[in-house]
C-alpha cells in the first residue's frame, strides 16, 4: 500500500500521481488514440523516482504517495532541443538591427562571437549557459544539447566543451565552425588542427563533432575528413548542412551515417531522398529563418517523403537568438506546413531521436519523467496561442523545478 510512507521508503523513490489531465501526450503510438503522439484524454501519468512508473486512464491509476491535479490542462513530454550554441559570451544586437534594415546574414558574423568568447573568463560562459538554460527550462526544455565553435583554438574550444558538460551530457565539438581568423590565409593548416590536437583536447568532453558544411565554412571533403576523424576518435558525427545554399551535406549525413543533418533549408530531390532512406533526422531550426528572414525549410516536403524531423532553436547569438521550443513549435506550424501534432511530435521524440535517445521524448514507462504542465487544455495551444507563456509546471528526472 503505497498511501503510507515508510521510513525505508527515501525520497528518492517516492511515487507521485498527476491526474485530471484533459489530454496527455506521450509518443506511444500503442496508446491512447493511437496517433505518433499517442494521445490519452482524462489521463494520468506516476513518476517514481526519477522515471516515468505508469501513464493511462486516470480511473486506473494506482495509489502513490502524493498526488498532483493536472486541473484539465495538458502534460506533454518535456522538449528535447536537440541543437543549441549556448556557451558564448556577448551578443550581435548591431549585426541584427543591420539585417532588419536589409543587410543578408553570412556566417562572417561568427567572427564576432569567437572574439568576445575568447576574451571572456570560464566564470563570465558559465553564468551565460546557466542564464539561457533556465530560459529554455521555463519555456518546457528539459534535455538540450549544445556546442563550442566560438573559441576556435585548442584551449578555447576544450574550456567551452568543459564548461558545457557540466550542464548536459549531449555535448558537441564544434571546432570546425568557421576558419579560424588566424588560419584564414591556410584553411588546411586548421582542418589538422581540428582534426589532431583540438580533437586531443576536446573529444573527452564530448559526444558528437559537428561541421559547418557550407559556401565559406568547409566545403564537403574537409566535412567528410574532420566527422571521419571525430568518428575514429569515439565521437558521433552530426551536421550543420543546406542552411544558406545547395549542397553536400546532407548526402554527406547519409553517407557517415550522422544522427542528424541540421537546417535543411536548401533541399534537392536527390537530399530529400538520401534521408529518406537513412537513419539521420533532418533537425529544422526555424528561428534562424525567422531571425536572418529567410526561406523556411519545408518540412512538409520532408514529411511526405518519410524523413523523421526533429524542431529545435539552434539558440547563439547570430542567426537564432531564442532559446523557445514553443515559438520554434508555432513558427513550423504557421510557416513551414507543419500540423500541431506533427511539430509538437518533433519537439519532443524527434529531438530524442536525432539525440538517438529512446530515454526521453516520450511518456511510457522506464522513460526519464521529464515533462511539462501546460495552462491549456491541449498541445494543440502551443502553435494556436503563439508567444503566451503556457507553460506552468516542469518535472526534470522526477523532480518538479518549476
Ligand atoms: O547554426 N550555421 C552556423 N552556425 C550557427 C550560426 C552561428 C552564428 O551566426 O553565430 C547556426 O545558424
Ligand atoms: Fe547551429
Given at each position: 500500500?503505497?498511501t503510507?510512507?515508510?521510513?525505508?521508503?527515501?525520497?528518492s523513490t517516492?511515487?507521485?500521481?498527476i491526474?485530471?489531465?484533459a489530454?496527455?501526450?506521450?509518443n506511444?503510438p500503442?496508446?491512447?488514440?493511437?496517433?505518433?503522439?499517442?494521445?490519452?484524454?482524462?489521463?494520468?501519468v506516476?513518476i517514481?523516482?526519477?522515471?516515468i512508473?505508469w501513464?493511462?486512464?486516470q480511473?486506473?491509476?494506482p495509489a502513490?504517495?502524493?498526488?498532483?491535479?493536472?486541473g484539465?490542462?495538458?502534460?506533454?513530454p518535456g522538449f528535447?532541443?536537440?541543437h543549441s550554441h549556448?556557451?558564448?559570451?556577448?551578443?550581435?544586437t548591431?549585426?541584427f538591427n543591420?539585417?532588419m534594415s536589409?543587410?543578408?546574414?553570412?556566417?562572417?558574423?561568427?567572427?564576432?562571437?569567437?572574439a568576445?568568447?575568447r576574451a571572456?573568463?570560464d566564470?563570465?560562459?558559465?553564468?551565460?549557459l546557466?542564464?539561457?538554460?533556465?530560459?529554455?527550462?521555463r519555456?518546457g526544455?528539459?534535455?538540450f544539447?549544445?556546442?563550442?565553435?566560438?573559441?576556435?583554438?585548442?584551449e578555447?574550444?576544450?574550456?567551452a566543451?568543459?564548461?558545457?558538460?557540466r550542464?548536459t551530457?549531449?555535448?558537441?565539438?564544434?571546432?570546425?565552425?568557421?576558419?579560424?581568423p588566424?588560419?584564414?590565409?591556410d584553411p588546411a593548416a586548421?582542418?589538422?588542427?581540428v582534426?589532431g590536437?583540438?580533437?586531443d583536447a576536446?573529444a573527452?568532453?564530448?559526444r558528437?563533432?559537428?561541421v559547418?558544411?557550407?559556401?565559406?565554412a568547409?566545403?564537403?571533403?574537409q566535412a567528410?575528413?574532420i566527422?571521419?576523424a571525430?568518428t575514429?576518435?569515439g565521437?558521433?558525427?552530426?551536421?550543420?548542412?543546406n542552411?544558406?545554399s545547395y549542397?553536400?551535406?546532407?548526402?554527406?549525413a547519409v553517407?557517415?551515417d550522422?544522427a542528424s543533418?541540421?537546417?535543411?533549408t536548401?533541399?534537392?530531390?536527390e537530399?530529400?531522398?538520401?534521408?529518406a532512406?537513412?537513419?539521420t533526422?533532418a533537425?529544422?531550426?526555424?528561428g534562424?529563418?525567422?531571425?536572418?528572414r529567410?526561406?523556411w525549410?519545408?518540412?512538409?516536403?520532408?514529411?511526405?517523403?518519410g524523413?523523421t524531423?526533429?524542431?529545435?532553436t539552434?539558440?547563439?547569438?547570430?542567426?537564432?537568438?531564442?532559446?523557445?521550443v514553443?515559438?520554434c513549435?508555432?513558427l513550423?506550424?504557421r510557416?513551414?506546413?507543419?500540423?500541431p501534432?506533427?511539430?509538437v511530435?518533433?519537439a519532443?521524440a524527434?529531438?530524442?531521436?536525432?539525440?538517438?535517445r529512446?530515454?526521453?521524448g516520450?511518456l511510457t514507462p522506464?522513460?526519464y519523467?521529464d515533462?511539462?504542465?501546460?495552462?491549456a487544455?491541449?498541445?494543440?495551444?502551443?502553435?494556436?496561442?503563439?508567444?503566451?507563456?503556457l507553460?506552468?509546471?516542469?518535472?526534470?528526472?522526477?523532480?518538479?523545478?518549476l
Open positions: 500500500n503505497a503510507t510512507v515508510s521510513p525505508a521508503h527515501s525520497a517516492a511515487s507521485t500521481l491526474t485530471n489531465i489530454a496527455l501526450v506521450t506511444d500503442s496508446l491512447g488514440d493511437g496517433t505518433p503522439l499517442g494521445l490519452i484524454q482524462g489521463a494520468a506516476v517514481e523516482g526519477d522515471r512508473a501513464t493511462g486512464d480511473s486506473k491509476a502513490t504517495d502524493n498526488r498532483v491535479d493536472a484539465g490542462r495538458a502534460v506533454l528535447v532541443d536537440s549556448l556557451v558564448f559570451a556577448g551578443d550581435r548591431q549585426e543591420a539585417r536589409g543587410r543578408p546574414y553570412s556566417a562572417g558574423g561568427i567572427r564576432t562571437t569567437v568576445a568568447t571572456a573568463t566564470e563570465e560562459l558559465e553564468a551565460n546557466t542564464r539561457y538554460l533556465a530560459e529554455a527550462l519555456q526544455t528539459t534535455t544539447e549544445t556546442k563550442s565553435g566560438y573559441g576556435l583554438t585548442t578555447d574550444e576544450s574550456r566543451l568543459r564548461v558545457a558538460s550542464h551530457a549531449e555535448v558537441t565539438y564544434l571546432g570546425a565552425h568557421i576558419v579560424a588566424e588560419f584564414a590565409q586548421y582542418v589538422a588542427l582534426t590536437e583540438m580533437l576536446c573527452p568532453y564530448a558528437w563533432i559537428d559547418f558544411c557550407e559556401k565559406g568547409f566545403d564537403g571533403d567528410r575528413a566527422l571521419t571525430g575514429a576518435r565521437l558521433h558525427p552530426r551536421i550543420h548542412a542552411q544558406l549542397g553536400p551535406g546532407v548526402r554527406l553517407e557517415l550522422a543533418a541540421d537546417h535543411c536548401h533541399l534537392t530531390e537530399d530529400i531522398d538520401a534521408l532512406n537513412s537513419r533526422v533537425t529544422l531550426l526555424p534562424a529563418e525567422f531571425s536572418t529567410a526561406e525549410p519545408n518540412a512538409r516536403r520532408l514529411l511526405d517523403a524523413v524531423v526533429a524542431l529545435s539552434d539558440c547563439n547569438p547570430g542567426s537564432s537568438f531564442t532559446s523557445s514553443p515559438f513549435v508555432a513550423a506550424v510557416d513551414m506546413g507543419m500540423t501534432d506533427e511539430a511530435w518533433s519532443t524527434g529531438g530524442a531521436a536525432a539525440l538517438r529512446t530515454d526521453i516520450r522506464g522513460a519523467a515533462l511539462m504542465l501546460l495552462d487544455p491541449s498541445h494543440v495551444h502551443l502553435a494556436y496561442r503563439p508567444g503566451v507563456p507553460v506552468t509546471g516542469v518535472w526534470r528526472r522526477g523532480e518538479r523545478v
